[in-house]
């Protein structure tokens, strides 16, 4: 992803996602059944709009994984996460395998070379299927059918509402971290908080979040394991098993160079006296450098091929200007208008004609010293 979407909300993602798999696994379904009725010119529609959904998908994909990082499967599912990685695996392996082939196959269609286009078709097809109907399923299985746990308050294990006023500091975030969820007992030990805020600068690289637990027994306890997603370069404990009346520090080292506005990270906690992890919970907000409205430009095939604008706005106090701004499919054309110089620019596109289905990006070259927000790109499509 690049920063056209420094504000957006990456939850509206996954199910965009979804919905783009299954209208390719609806289509590919269709365009068989219409080759293999005869319907040549209906197989061409159906296949290439399903060529375009998939490619609209892993623009969203790769959109999404680059905001958010990777999505860890609740470990609180044992049995359904060993089904979930045993699906993703093959469906990662296959969706990169399968793209050069793809595309041989459609370029083999359009050039007539119909005999190499059933060989290829005849070992794409049921991958290309395959990927779509299991990137439904891993999202039912991520998102709906199996959330985090969170364990219910019982006799050993309650929120305690009398949090302190500010826990530790943490990293290089500009102010102490909001404390959103106070203390909670598990057993005898004591995490505080359980849920934390903390607002990062655009471009920050690392942060540092830390919790607290606290030993109330006479005896010292153990952690279990300590674990958090891919995106944690390293999570600690300073004392284990920790002293009876005793504290420790548990300290996550969180790889933020590509989070875009708000992303949650989870430290699991796994305690000698319970069976379910505690979840520490830090809520990250990137403030934006700008904002791009209009992500992604559509036109409907066969309407008015009529100029749409993009906006540009810079949001921080120090301007960032627009250098440049180049369409990289010569179908639509660019114009980059500045209204206010480091603050506000227009990007006019316009399509020389709708009648053909199209997807493109513009690449926008601007003069911010962070690096990963110098090169944002817009996308547009007809369809």
């Known amino acids: 992803m690049t920063p056209i979407f420094a504000a957006i909300n990456y939850g509206i993602f996954p199910p965009i996602n979804a919905t783009l798999n299954a209208l390719s696994t609806v289509l590919l379904i269709t365009g068989v059944i219409l080759i293999k009725s005869g319907h040549k010119t209906a197989h061409r529609n159906v296949m290439v709009a399903a060529l375009i959904s998939s490619a609209a998908f892993l623009a969203c994909y ?23 990685l045993t699906i993703l695996v093959p469906h990662i392996i296959l969706a990169v395998v399968n793209l050069p082939f793809i595309i041989l196959l459609v370029v083999a269609a359009f050039r007539g070379k119909f005999e190499k286009h059933k060989k290829l078709a005849k070992y794409t097809f049921p991958s290309w299927l395959f990927v779509s109907v299991t990137g439904v399923i891993i999202y039912l299985m991520l998102y709906q059918w199996f959330p985090p746990v969170k364990a219910a308050a019982s006799p050993d294990e309650a929120v305690i509402s009398d949090a302190p006023a500010s826990p530790v500091t943490t990293g290089s975030a500009k102010a102490g971290p909001e404390i959103l969820e106070g203390r909670r007992k598990v057993g005898d030990l004591v995490f505080t908080p359980v849920s934390q ?7 920050e690289k690392l942060i540092e ?3 607290s637990v606290e030993n109330t027994a006479s005896v ?3 952690i279990v394991k300590l674990e958090s997603g891919c995106e944690c370069l390293e999570v ?14 548990i300290t996550g080292i969180f790889d933020i160079e590509k989070l875009r506005g708000s992303s949650e990270r989870k430290i699991s906690v796994l305690t000698e006296q319970h069976d379910l992890p505690v979840f520490l919970t830090t809520r990250i907000e990137v403030e934006p450098i700008y904002l791009i409205e209009q992500q992604m430009t559509t036109w409907t095939i066969g309407s008015d091929p009529v100029k749409k ?16 701004a180049e369409s990289k499919r010569p179908e639509v054309t660019c114009k980059l208008v500045e209204v206010e110089k480091g603050r506000l620019y227009h990007i006019e596109l316009t399509p020389a004609s709708t009648e053909n289905s199209l997807l493109g990006i513009v690449r926008l070259q601007t003069d911010c010293e962070i690096e990963a927000y110098a090169s944002p790109l ?5 369809q």
């Open 236 to 249: 600690s404990i300073d004392l284990d098993p920790i002293p009876a009346r005793k504290s420790a520090k």
């Open 62 to 84: 790769l959109t999404y994984h680059y905001g958010v990082g990777s999505i860890k499967f609740p470990v609180e599912y044992p049995l359904a996460r060993r089904i979930y």
């Open 209 to 211: 979040v830390v919790f």
């Open 197 to 203: 805020a903390i607002q990062a600068e655009a471009g």
């Open 220 to 222: 010292p306890l153990r």
């Open 309 to 324: 604008t993009v906006i540009f706005r810079v949001v921080r106090d120090e301007p960032v200007h627009v250098l440049s």
């Open 378 to 382: 817009a996308y547009y499509s007809i």
